[in-house]
């Protein structure tokens, strides 16, 4: 098999899908404009990868690149000959970030997705693995979510990953040369067990695995608990929480499907349990040793009591199931959170990387 090209490769879940690929030998190339992550992901990502020197410079290579860039995004394509498939991490992905940016989420969702089908049309690349995300699901849907289920949004972002979906069903679907496997990302939390990478919100998270790290390292004050009154056990919001290093493996799984198949199709990628928040504070206080500060504070707008996935068909047609638990997601994460704090030259993504609204 030729390499495999990962748009925002130097991201969260585009950098643990690299170490996986390289774990099973594969060569990559990590395309990036780094709006959202720093350079050094790459040395950890080899460092991860436990790459010699020699093996590095030959089965990784980066390319600085925006998605909106047509021609740097040709000229990529030109000088990686080979590529075999294309994994589209890119993107923005903030929800409430989305409600207050439109337009800079549709142009650089919509627009970075449809150059790339375009330069990989061009140099005759027919492969294609898109990060999509349960936002895609009507909220409507009673738990647990079928990948047959109806889809809508409730925000500009889910709008992006809905819209790029029908994109890629109707291109495969005109037969124009394009296999695709839609990826439906539940809630990926964790980091690599090594501790090298992992997430890096700027600023003050949104989501709540990132913002208890940072209440255990002292860098926030307390965690905010929207809501203790929906109807679930201990009252508050059950997800369903994926190891990040599972849902590497899901990608693994999903590209090496895609070899010998023609069309598209969507696939979760959760465990199929759900998880309160109160549990996974919990475990997060297991994980680090200490109790942290909490208070409920009012729900949050536009959040569902219970989301979790139906699993059976990643696990029946891919062969793919999440082993890693909510004690194993906490325990990695703290590392990471550890490493990051202590880590030289983590002021990097102090970089201005405003979109315009
Ligand atoms: P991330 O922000 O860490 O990674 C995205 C990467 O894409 C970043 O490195 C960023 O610099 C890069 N990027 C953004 N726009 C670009 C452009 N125009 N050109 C080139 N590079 C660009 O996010 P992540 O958490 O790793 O998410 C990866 C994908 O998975 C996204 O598409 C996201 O919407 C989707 N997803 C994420 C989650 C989650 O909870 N993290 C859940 C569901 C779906
Ligand atoms: C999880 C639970 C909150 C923060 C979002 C996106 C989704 C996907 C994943 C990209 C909920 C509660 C949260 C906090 C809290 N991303 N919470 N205090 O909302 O399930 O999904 O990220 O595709 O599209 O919507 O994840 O981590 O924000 O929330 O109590 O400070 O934690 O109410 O029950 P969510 P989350």
């Excluded at 170490?19 to 720093?38: G, K, P, Q």
């Excluded at 990608?251 to 465990?271: I, P, V």
Aim: glycine share 10%.
């Amino acid at each position: 098999m030729g390499s495999i090209l990962l748009t925002g490769g130097a991201g969260y879940i585009g950098s643990h899908t690299a170490v996986e690929l390289l774990r099973r030998a594969y060569h990559i190339i990590i395309l990036d404009n780094f709006s959202n992550s720093m350079r050094s992901v790459i040395d950890r990502v080899c460092r991860t990868a436990a790459l010699s020197e020699t093996d590095a410079k030959s089965r990784v290579s980066l390319v600085e690149a925006d998605l909106l860039d047509k021609a740097a995004l040709a000229e990529a394509f030109a000088s990686s000959p080979g590529v075999d498939v294309v994994i589209h991490f890119a993107g923005l992905k903030a929800v409430g970030e989305s409600v207050e940016k439109p337009w800079a989420y549709y142009h650089n969702n919509l627009v970075g997705t449809l150059n790339l089908l375009g330069a990989m049309n061009a140099a005759g690349v027919s492969r294609l693995v898109f990060s999509s995300s349960a936002t895609v699901y009507r909220a409507d849907n009673p738990v647990p979510y079928y990948e047959g289920y109806a889809l809508g949004s409730t925000n500009p972002y889910g709008w992006t990953k809905f819209m790029i979906e029908q994109i890629i069903r109707d291109i495969c679907a005109a037969n124009e040369g394009l296999s695709a496997v839609l990826l439906r990302y539940f809630n990926p939390i964790g980091a690599h067990p090594d501790g090298l990478i992992g997430e890096d919100p700027k600023g003050i998270p949104n989501n709540l695995l990132p913002y208890v790290a940072k209440v255990a390292a002292g860098e926030l004050d307390e965690i905010r608990i929207f809501g203790d009154d929906y109807d679930t056990p201990d009252g508050t919001g059950v997800r369903d929480y994926i190891h990040v290093m599972d849902l590497a493996e899901g990608h693994a799984s999903a590209m090496e499907y895609l070899q010998d198949r023609k069309g598209c199709c969507a696939f979760n990628l959760g465990t199929g349990r759900g998880t309160s928040v109160r549990e996974l504070i919990r475990a997060f206080e297991t994980a680090c040793g200490k109790r942290l500060p909490s208070k409920v504070v009012g729900r949050r707008a536009g959040d569902l009591p219970v989301v979790y996935a139906n699993v059976d068909l990643a696990a029946k047609v891919l062969g793919f199931t999440a082993s890693r638990g909510i004690e194993e997601m906490c325990d990695d994460a703290w590392r990471w959170q550890q490493y990051r704090a202590a880590m030289p030259g983590n002021t990097e993504d102090q970089e201005d990387n405003s979109t315009p609204s």
